[in-house]
């Protein structure tokens, strides 16, 4: 089983930055596709941002130019750079770890972004 502990969530102005963190209890992050997705208040859950083992990450339309997803295999950790935020990025962004053989999926608690001025 796998713990993923996301942190960096927080506040933010419009416009403003944000790192969100990863990291995975996992020594072998290597041999997982690793995705961030967001759930808004009353929305579903969507995919933001996506990276399989060996490939370039994937976004969503409307982050793309403003997110960047990172992994760091040997620390065992993903980012999210969020820049330009939105008010429609407000949502619990949530890591999520996808074994590339077996397919088992797997969860973070979560982490709060708020963009309010």
């Known amino acids: 089983q796998v713990q993923l502990v996301e942190s960096g969530g927080g506040l933010v102005q419009p416009g403003g930055s944000l790192r969100l963190s990863c990291a995975a209890s996992?020594?072998?992050?290597?041999?997982?596709?690793m995705a961030w997705y967001r759930q808004a208040p009353g929305k579903e859950r969507e995919l933001v941002a996506s990276?399989?083992?060996?490939?370039?990450?994937n976004y969503k339309d409307s982050v793309k130019g403003r997110f960047t997803m990172s992994r760091d295999n040997a620390k065992n950790t993903v980012y999210l750079q969020m820049n330009s935020l939105k008010p429609d990025d407000t949502a619990v962004y949530y890591c999520?770890?996808?074994?590339?053989?077996?397919?088992?999926?797997?969860w973070g608690q979560g982490t709060q972004v708020t963009v309010s001025s």
């Open positions: 999520n770890a996808v074994h590339y053989l077996s397919g088992t999926p797997h």
């Open positions: 996992t020594p072998r992050l290597g041999v997982y596709d």
């Open positions: 990276m399989p083992v060996i490939s370039r990450p």
